[in-house]
């Protein structure tokens, strides 16, 4: 039977018939049976054969009948391939395909095409009319040899012969019915399909055992009955394959309900096609027949096994509607499906490839269909049953709980408030967790917010960044570099009392280092911070060290060709101003201005050595004049100049001082240090200009120097530097110069009440000098004899207006220094015995002379005593429309004179002492009397004014109780 | 290194740092690094009605180059020793 002795001429034919059926119409069929009943199929089939298909009968052959002449290898139709039935079969092959014809218009109507007339169907425009034509044969033979009818879908080329392809279960029972059926010749329309349900039905029960990927199971009449039925509307319903959920990632999928719409059609029709087939066959099939009983009768609790099972998955699967947005076809239902379930059901999967797809047909899906369908059946039942159980529990309980017992009205009404509260309480805890959940969620969502920018940096990024940063912060001298947070950090910690010595210097074996400023109290995360940047700090010097090195191998390059350039980042922040350092003053620092000062200044030195020659001898007072050049005083701006050089050694001589070498450095180190420092302190004290002659200039230079405010500020940071006889030279040259001292000659401008730029300004000046006289010179005082205080205060007479100078708080408060002084000694005097204080004892004659100055000076500010008071004076300088104690800060600006006037009590005669209370009696008695009736508002204020008083009083040795007003 | 330094002295206290913008910002000091970048906290912005959009800004960082002022607390800054500061440091740059 075979020519050339090939053995499998059904080759050719099913080859033939592939080609026509997917190049020509294969949609209806083929591709169907590639991709088809399940979401995969994309319906695009049904658009590409809508024109075209006219000349399809003629092309291929279906005009007409078509012989088997040209087919050479067999000249019988192919079908027959049952190796024992196979003549007869080529026998039978004409006449059967006349005989089929009725069965077609059976499954075009089972097809519930209502468009397809039965005209229609037998004329060859229908698209089974070709499949009908071309496969005539083979369906004849289908309800004998189903599994033989090769699928074009195959996967896997169909060998006729080979036993392993037989399906063994579809092929004999349902055939057995079909071809008994069938040999009667005449069948209804009915019949037919009841047959052909009813295998399909049995088929689908027993397949459920079966591998998915075996479809050639299934016959062509099932084939037929599936493909209108669940065919058509899919292809409605199916979108093309790339815009389907499935072929989109999970996640997207989720989301498509149009998805879930179209699963509704599909399970609609498989529960009508499904209920159909139970009703038909529900003798031959009992099982399903009570799962359709029970679908019917939901209260029903029936025991069966598979029924539990069908609840149980329904649970499953109404637990994880709950659960997904998703609710029939998340890829996690099908997973949590019976793996049986899942496994014979092709659509449970998601994204199949094509190959799977069209291996399982389109018939594998319809039948298998059914366990789901099932499931999803009770859905609804089983949650409604559910709710309505609640529902109800939770009314008898109410109920119970309401009306339940022999409870009394009060009972009641209190059981109520008891619920009434409980609910209050439930509520508001739940209000609360909600808050809190909120609060928390909105942190929570904060912090994802800003955790975006996570690990944006690597560690090795971030400290690439930390290594420029610290490179820039590096220097040779640490604490130079960071001077003023340094030495701030260190007023401050002095300050509050912390002693700490350590500078606050990361330092590197080559003096190198980091300033870290004043120290941060507290925050844990400080030391590790500070280790990690010590060893990053240690590697960066040693990695600059690393460069310098070669640097200077890069340099022994130079002429070489390329290019060797250094690392950018290292010139960072540029210094945008290049002051010309290479300037021939001494003192580069003020190399702007020194070439205006240059000349003016070797004079001065000039001047200040021919004064060290004279020496002491202008303190005495016997200045020979002869010798001194008279010189215009400095001017302000030359005095600038020299304060500033005097600035910059002084900060020499501190920075000196804090690098005193330790003893075990040796005494060389140490001379050597002395030698220096002497250098220094010599070159300050020629620049303070001590030494110059007092008739040189007016104002003389010193006093010069101390006009500016920085210059008055200098005093007391020179002074700690001086030897002592230095310091009592320039409390000398100050008392013989006092008047010349800005302060004291712009002091008038201090007693009035009128704000002005320059009275704040002469104030400020006169609070700077006061303090810095106090600071610096006036503790010399402290330890003078007796015999100098005699002649500074002589000298004071001497030079200048003592009347004035004592209306000026500096001079107000050195008298009082002078006389305070003389008072110790005095006391010294009384309480130490002859015998022990022998040599302090004071000379007789100085004891004297000093009664002779103090005498002089009380007669000289006896007459203005009350001037003395800069709130008279200021009472008197607004012209009495101040009176007196109606001065603000009265009081504060009095004490000084209060004191210096009990100064003057102490040291005077009775008959001065006489007059000093006549003087100060009525402003005494105005004082007393304002405090008593009370026109004083604030009681500090009294205190103050009282206290004064008293100061004076007692040094007469009164009190102001005494007095009565 | 001078102004640096300085400011390190400063952190945690209250200043003013007034931007080539005209924008003037007051806030405590956070920190400040070499290129006198400023880190501000709790920071008010001068005439809030001309800079709506800065009401809602609570810290800032200002990129040293767009400074034009630092207002400095007084009671917070040693004036002389800063003055020795500068002097050092021009004595320091007069060397070099």
């Known amino acids: 039977m075979s020519y050339f002795g090939f053995d499998n001429p059904i080759d050719l034919e099913s080859e033939k018939r592939k080609f026509l059926e997917s190049g020509g119409q294969g949609s209806r069929e083929d591709i169907a049976v590639y991709t088809w009943g399940e979401q995969g199929y994309d319906g695009l089939g049904d658009e590409l054969h809508e024109g075209g298909d006219e000349l399809n009968d003629e092309t291929f052959g279906g005009v007409g009948e078509v012989g088997k002449d040209f087919d050479f290898s067999h000249t019988v139709l192919p079908s027959d391939d049952l190796p024992q039935a196979a003549p007869s079969r080529a026998q039978q092959a004409r006449p059967q395909v006349y005989e089929q014809p009725p069965s077609q218009p059976v499954q075009s109507s089972a097809a519930s095409r209502p468009t397809h007339s039965l005209e229609s169907v037998w004329d060859d425009k229908s698209p089974f009319s070709v499949l009908g034509r071309m496969n005539g044969a083979s369906r004849s033979t289908e309800p004998h040899h189903p599994s033989h009818t090769p699928s074009p879908s195959q996967s896997f080329k169909f060998s006729p012969f080979s036993a392993t392809s037989n399906e063994p279960l579809p092929a004999g029972q349902p055939l057995g019915g079909i071809s008994s059926g069938l040999s009667k010749g005449a069948y209804t329309l009915e019949e037919v399909e009841a047959e052909m349900r009813a295998q399909a039905a049995l088929q689908h029960q027993q397949q459920q055992q079966q591998q998915i990927a075996q479809p050639t199971s299934l016959t062509h009449t099932q084939m037929r009955a599936q493909i209108p039925r669940q065919g058509t509307p899919q292809h409605a319903a199916s979108p093309p394959p790339r815009m389907h959920p499935h072929s989109q990632s999970p996640r997207f999928h989720q989301q498509q309900q149009q998805h879930q719409i179209h699963l509704m059609h599909v399970q609609q029709q498989q529960q009508e096609r499904q209920l159909l087939d139970l009703a038909r066959h529900r003798e031959r099939q009992k099982l399903l027949q009570e799962q359709q009983l029970l679908q019917q009768q939901q209260q029903q609790q029936i025991m069966e096994q598979l029924r539990l099972e069908e609840i149980e998955r329904a649970r499953q699967i109404r637990l994880q509607q709950m659960q997904s947005a998703n609710h029939m076809h998340s890829p996690l239902l099908h997973q949590r499906q019976s793996p049986a379930l899942s496994e014979r059901h092709p659509r449970s999967v998601g994204r199949q490839s094509p190959a799977i797809m069209g291996g399982v047909g389109a018939l594998g899906g319809a039948p298998l269909e059914v366990p789901l369908q099932q499931s999803l059946a009770y859905m609804p039942h089983d949650i409604q049953l559910q709710q309505r159980l609640l529902a109800e529990m939770a009314q008898a309980e109410f109920l119970n709980s309401m009306q339940g017992g022999p409870q009394s009205e009060r009972e009641i009404r209190e059981e109520r408030e008891l619920q009434e509260m409980l609910r209050a309480e439930a509520m508001r805890k739940i209000m609360e967790a909600e808050r809190s959940d909120q609060k928390r969620r909105r942190k929570q969502g904060k912090i994802q917010h800003m955790s975006r920018y996570n690990d944006l940096m690597t560690q090795s990024d971030k400290d690439f960044i930390t290594r420029i940063q610290v490179s820039q912060l590096v220097t040779q001298d640490p604490y130079a570099d960071d001077f003023y947070a340094q030495v701030y950090g260190a007023i401050i910690r002095s300050r509050m009392g912390i002693q700490t010595q350590d500078d606050r210097i990361l330092k590197f074996g080559s003096g190198a280092g980091v300033g870290l400023g004043p120290g941060q109290k507290g925050s844990g995360r400080r030391p590790s911070a500070m280790q990690r940047m010590e060893a990053q700090v240690e590697r960066i010097v040693n990695n600059a060290k690393m460069r310098e090195k070669e640097k200077i191998s890069l340099n022994s390059l130079q002429g070489a060709l390329g290019k060797t350039s250094g690392r950018s980042y290292k010139a960072a922040p540029r210094q945008l101003l290049q002051v010309d350092a290479s300037s021939p003053s001494p003192s580069p620092a003020h190399a702007h201005i020194s070439k205006v000062d240059e000349e003016p200044r070797k004079d001065g030195m000039s001047a200040a050595h021919e004064a060290a020659k004279i020496g002491h001898q202008a303190l005495g007072g016997a200045a020979n004049s002869e010798g001194v050049i008279a010189k215009d005083p400095l001017k302000h701006r030359e005095a600038l100049m020299i304060l500033e050089r005097l600035y910059d050694l002084v900060l020499d001589i501190e920075q000196l001082r804090r690098d005193q070498p330790l003893p075990e450095d040796g005494f060389e180190a140490q001379d050597a240090w002395e030698v220096e420092l002497d250098a220094r302190v010599q070159q300050l004290l020629t620049g303070l200009r001590l030494h110059v002659y007092l008739e040189t200039s007016v104002p003389h230079p010193f006093i010069s120097l101390l006009m500016p405010i920085k210059g008055k500020r200098l005093l007391p940071r020179v002074v700690r530097h001086l030897p002592s006889e230095r310091i009592l030279t320039m409390l000398t040259l100050i008392i013989a110069c006092f008047h010349q001292v800005d302060v004291v000659v712009n002091s008038p401008k201090l007693d009035t009440l009128e704000e002005s730029k320059e009275r704040a300004e002469v104030e400020q000046h006169s609070e700077v000098f006061l303090s810095s006289l106090v600071q610096s010179v006036l503790p010399a005082i402290g330890k003078l004899d007796l015999s100098m205080l005699t002649g500074l205060l002589g000298m004071l007479f001497k030079h200048n207006d003592v009347a004035a100078v004592a209306r000026t708080p500096p001079g107000i408060a050195l008298l009082t220094m002078f006389l305070s002084r003389v008072q110790n000694i005095k006391e010294a005097i009384a309480s130490v015995p002859m015998t022990t204080a022998e040599p302090e004892l004071p000379d007789p004659i100085d004891e004297r002379r000093w009664q002779e100055v103090f005498d002089e000076l009380f007669n000289v500010l006896a007459p203005g005593l009350l001037l003395l008071f800069p709130s008279i004076r200021i009472s008197k300088n607004s012209g009495g429309s101040v009176p007196y104690g109606k001065v603000p800060g009265t009081d504060d600006m009095d004490q000084p004179i209060w004191q210096f006037l009990a100064a003057m009590a102490v040291h005077s005669s009775m008959e001065q002492q006489q007059y000093l209370v006549t003087a100060l009696r009525e402003l005494v008695l105005e004082n007393v009397s304002s405090v008593r009736r009370g026109f004083l508002a604030s009681e500090e204020e009294r205190e103050k004014r009282m206290g004064n008083v008293d100061i004076f009083m007692r040094a007469l040795g009164l009190d102001s109780s005494q007095i009565a007003v | ?96």
């Open chain 2, 1 to 96: 290194m001078l102004i640096f330094s300085v400011f390190k002295t400063l952190t945690d206290q209250k200043v003013t740092v007034e931007l080539k913008n005209d924008l003037s910002i007051t806030g405590v000091l956070k920190s400040v690094d070499q290129f006198l970048n400023i880190r501000l906290d709790k920071i008010e912005v001068f005439d809030e009605a001309r800079h709506p959009h800065m009401m809602a800004v609570k810290n800032c960082f200002i990129r040293g180059s767009v400074v034009r002022y630092v207002q400095l607390p007084a009671e917070h800054v040693d004036t002389q020793l800063l003055e020795d500061a500068t002097r050092r440091e021009a004595a320091a740059q007069g060397k070099r």
